[in-house]
């Protein structure tokens, strides 16, 4: 209690609060521009952080990295980008809502979610990190394989009646995911002899292309036409009512429980958690028929998602020391410049300092509400810029940030490939999110499967391990399941036309 | 260029940081090189990384030595390929550096640059930053003679396929005829888990790793031909008697073919005035950085006989 | 998308067939899931290709297509410039190519708002990405021999 109090009492000191408002304001500055990642906001401040206490330091990499995160649904909100991938699944009822001149609600939601995503996963992270890191250690190759089996069919089966089209683009992105140096042999595959495949495609130029440019070249008629008028947002009313969120409490739980595993298991990603928290609230939403057209439980869930996968995020990174993705790895250096290193000692030797990262969390959240409560109404106002300058705005962000991120030319070019066909996907109507999982996952699920194997030295490991095979039956019921209610929504439909006839 | 110039500038505004900027872009001491004009540092690897970190300490251990900011651009993707090409594609004006090493004969090898080793001109060299062979607590292993004893019964873990940790694993199984398994993974956190987790039974990682693990992972060698200042207790590979191993990974300044002599020269003193600072002395002792530092043709040997040894290894392991 | 797919798959599973088989021991191999994942793409459009022969297709506007496709080359252009152009120039030109074509401009007032808006859009761009956050935007070549 007296190290909580003196944690308390160092992080709400003058300078360290003004260093974590800094880092939020630069976090949320990173988010919103496409291509600009909290990893490299972190990095651009770890030599600063060099000459600040490791309290300061560890505020301002925080800031950072909660104010990329909830920073990056306002171009998803807006402008139908994902500027990065945690945003991938607030694209769809958030644009739907801008649209609808929504504009200012949604954005408004997605802050308190993120606000709400980001306290509760730091009370998991407070009262379970120990047990939960321990747990994550049970995922060995062979769990990882079938947990990205099991997430992939979870997603195809919820691609509703256009479930083999949902498989084939999972079946697409898997096949973009083989694209250059293979993991376990080393050998370059389907590169074409071009230096710039062997790392792969870039996944953020092809969210960038899928969503980001694919919706202007899909608007292009109308924009021509001047039929798209500038959308007015009610700006007024900006956020949601208590009641709305305490009737939806169950929907922010879950959401918190699905971003902080998903969060704490290394490698799996934020992509695949706001999308699983995604498709389940389309399941227990009381709005679900409004799912895809602008449902503000469709903002809810994955930005709740998204700033829980952080505090997930961070029970590995402090509890083990191995950070599941880059912003972790940012945050470990600079703890590492400080002389400390995370890992299973941290909260043993140094639970002050772990105390201070729980209060640092909050405090950054407590900013994030703060400067997003005032941006929001600002932000909203770019809606009112005349439709063909803003598209033409947002064919311009695509593509810089699909170059900003590694200064590639070659990413650039990828984006407008991949705009091009988003745009034919949609037109002929195969869904778009299961390609970007297949591309996140495909390779997860190839290394893995080949990793088990190579340490198993048989093919049955995957059902020999009680964990593996647990995931796999998951999937597996779940399927069975949907296809079931798909059956009975067909022939419940098949009876009401043959009545009408 | 002047972008790089007003980034400080404008950072400080933005930040208000302003005592922080002077701090990074000290004033200048004279010197014939870079004339004021900013000098691109090319770190051929995302931001972050402990390539990257140690780049990030050099240059501003260096900055004080140089009449201009020096600065880092980091040019990851396909192994440090892309971000050597750029170095082999520039101007030898003295103005675009490469963070090179052993990093840049395996991904010249392998075919990842468009042009060969022979368009670069090796500087000065840095560091070696020696690898730590360790298994997880929990095993029965104490030694590296038992767990060489142990056979196809050790699963090994290394940080990625072609990698130097996966080069470096194969020499070893060679030398020692132990018969491991070797098992390549995504990168070292992911090592580390499988290897607390005990999915896999032994792995080599890097000294910082190692340094954040000392309660789940039990250290048997390192891969240097000296100790390593941060595990003086743990013996190295070439006292437990087994050779032809790389030490670990080798780092140093390369800049495009056909610099001017006298600027080769300013930037290799300007290098070794970074590297024997005091503050950098200090930043690789406690990272265990083992200080290597050559220039001119005793540098080019050296890198001829390191490219030597990794060639064999690559063909070893199939990857050319 | 149909026929595309179907070329994609059979694509794939050549150049999965002419990949060298090299691996490491007890691994499953380079080749295993690409195989998985060809045959799999094929069989699916296979059926799909079928289902859709029983169904009528809506007519192709090609009107629609012709406008993504000049919008397309636009952006391509505009990428592939970058480098010879320098980042503030080809975007310049971009943006204006791009407004005017979204909305063709009837009046000098009209040119005048998309100039102005591709200054300023430019500026701001630039500012943000390349001083704020250090992105190494693309210098001319030009520009930097004009410098020496």
């Not at chain 1, 939601?109 to 047990?131: D, R």
């Not at chain 2, 995302?46 to 990030?56: L, S």
């Not at chain 3, 295993?32 to 297709?57: E, N």
């Not at chain 3, 992105?135 to 410098?147: F, G, H, I, K, T």
Request: glycine share 12%.
């Amino acid at each position: 209690m007296h190290e909580l109090l003196s944690a308390v009492a160092k992080i709400l000191s003058y300078p360290t609060i003004l260093w974590i408002a800094l880092g939020e304001v630069l976090g949320i500055l990173l988010g919103a521009l496409p291509g600009l990642t909290a990893t490299m906001g972190m990095a651009l401040m770890l030599p600063i952080s060099f000459y600040l206490t490791p309290e300061a330091s560890i505020g301002l990499m925080l800031g950072v990295y909660f104010g990329a995160v909830s920073g990056a649904s306002i171009p998803a909100i807006l402008f139908g980008i994902p500027g990065n991938p945690n945003a991938i699944a607030t694209v769809y009822d958030g644009y739907a809502m801008a649209r609808k001149g929504e504009g200012g609600v949604a954005l408004g939601t997605a802050v308190v979610a993120s606000f709400i995503g980001g306290l509760g996963s730091m009370l998991v992270l407070f009262f379970a990190a120990p047990l939960l890191a321990a747990a994550s250690l049970w995922f060995g190759p062979a769990e990882y394989f079938s947990l990205a089996v099991a997430s992939l069919t979870v997603i195809a089966a919820t691609s509703g009646k256009a479930i083999s089209k949902g498989i084939l683009a999972a079946l697409f992105g898997m096949m973009l995911g083989t694209v250059g140096i293979d993991s376990i042999a080393g050998l370059p595959r389907f590169t074409l002899g071009n230096i710039y495949l062997l790392n792969g495609f870039s996944l953020v130029a092809a969210l960038i292309g899928l969503f980001g440019i694919a919706q202007v070249l899909e608007d292009l008629e109308t924009t021509r036409k001047g039929g798209l008028q500038a959308v007015i947002p009610k700006i007024g009313k900006v956020f949601p009512s208590m009641k709305y969120l305490i009737s939806r409490a169950r929907i922010i739980l879950e959401s918190i429980g699905i971003g902080t595993v998903i969060g704490a298991l290394p490698g799996a990603g934020a992509s695949v958690g706001v999308v699983l928290a995604y498709e389940r609230a389309r399941e227990i939403s009381p709005e679900k028929e409004k799912f895809g057209k602008g449902a503000l439980d469709g903002v809810l869930a994955p930005e709740v998602a998204n700033n829980a996968c952080i505090g997930g995020g961070l029970i590995p990174t402090l509890a083990l020391g191995i950070p599941g993705e880059s912003a972790a790895v940012m945050l470990m250096a600079a703890l590492i410049m400080h002389g400390i290193a995370p890992g299973p000692m941290l909260f043993g030797k140094h639970m002050d300092l772990v105390y201070a990262i729980f209060v640092a969390m909050v405090v950054s959240n407590i900013c994030m509400l703060l400067f997003q409560l005032g941006g929001v109404r600002l932000f909203a106002r770019a809606l009112m810029i005349p439709p063909y300058l803003l598209s033409t705005l947002v064919l311009l962000l695509s593509i810089i940030g699909a170059f900003a991120l590694e200064s590639s030319v070659f990413d650039a070019f990828a984006a407008v490939a991949f705009g091009i066909l988003g745009w034919w996907m949609k037109r002929a109507g195969y869904p778009v999110i299961p390609l970007v999982l297949g591309l996140i996952l495909g390779p997860m699920l190839e290394s893995e499967f080949r990793r088990a194997v190579m340490i198993a030295g048989t093919y049955t490991t995957f059902f020999t391990r009680p964990l593996s095979l647990a995931l796999l039956a998951g999937g597996a019921l779940y399927l069975a399941h949907q296809i079931r209610k798909l059956r009975k929504e067909a022939a419940a439909e098949a009876a009401a036309s043959g009545g009408g006839a | 260029m002047k972008r790089s110039g007003l980034y400080a500038k404008r950072l400080s505004v933005v930040l208000c940081a302003v005592i922080l900027a002077a701090l990074v872009f000290a004033p200048a001491a004279a010197a014939q090189w870079p004339d004021g004009k900013a000098v691109t540092l090319v770190v051929p690897f995302a931001a972050g990384g402990g390539t990257d970190i140690i780049a990030r300490m050099l240059v501003e251990a260096m900055q004080p030595y140089v009449n201009g900011p020096i600065v880092i651009k980091n040019v990851p993707g396909s192994g440090s390929g892309i971000g050597t090409n750029e170095v082999m594609l520039a101007r030898p004006d003295g103005y675009t550096l490469l963070l090179s090493g052993t990093h840049t004969i395996t991904a010249a090898l392998q075919g990842y640059t468009i042009r060969s080793l022979d368009s670069l001109e090796h500087v000065a060299s840095l560091n070696w930053d020696p690898y730590v062979i360790a298994v997880g607590v929990n095993q029965p292993y104490h030694t590296l003679e038992e767990l060489i004893e142990a056979g196809s019964a050790v699963t090994f873990g290394n940080a990625g396929a072609g990698a130097l940790t996966h080069l470096i694993s194969e020499a070893l199984n060679e030398a020692t005829g132990a018969g491991w398994r070797i098992v390549p993974f995504n990168g070292g956190a992911q090592l580390i888990a499988n290897v607390v987790g005990g999915h896999v039974v032994a792995g080599i990682f890097s000294q910082s790793e190692m340094l954040g693990q000392l309660t789940t992972l039990r250290p048997l060698a390192v891969t240097s031909s000296t100790r390593s200042p941060l595990f003086p207790d743990i013996p190295t590979l070439e006292e437990l008697g087994y050779t032809g191993i790389p030490q670990g990974s080798f780092r140093s300044i390369s800049a495009p073919k056909g610099l001017a002599p006298e600027v080769k020269q300013a930037i290799a003193k300007a290098v070794y005035s970074g590297l024997t600072d005091p503050k950098f002395r200090q930043y690789a002792a406690e990272n265990g950085l083992i200080e290597t530092y050559l220039e001119g043709p005793e540098l080019e040997a050296y890198y001829a006989e390191l490219e030597e040894l990794l060639r064999g290894l690559l063909e070893k392991i199939g990857a050319l | 998308m149909n026929w595309f797919l179907l070329a994609l798959g059979a694509g794939y599973l050549y150049l999965t067939y002419q990949l060298p088989s090299r691996s490491i021991s007890g691994d499953p191999g380079v080749k295993l899931m690409p195989y998985v994942i060809g045959v799999l793409t094929v069989a699916f459009t296979a059926y799909h290709t079928v289902q859709d022969l029983r169904k009528s297709r809506p007519p192709v506007r090609w009107r629609s297509v012709g406008a993504v496709a000049a919008a397309s080359l636009i952006m391509l252009a505009y990428v592939g410039l970058m480098n010879p152009l320098g980042f503030e120039l080809a975007t310049g030109l971009f943006l204006i190519a791009t407004a005017a074509f979204f909305k063709p401009p009837d009046s000098a007032r009209a040119w005048a708002v998309i100039i102005l808006f591709a200054v300023l859009a430019t500026a701001a761009v630039s500012l943000l990405f390349g001083t704020v956050f250090n992105v190494n935007l693309p210098e001319a070549r030009w520009l930097q021999a004009l410098r020496g």
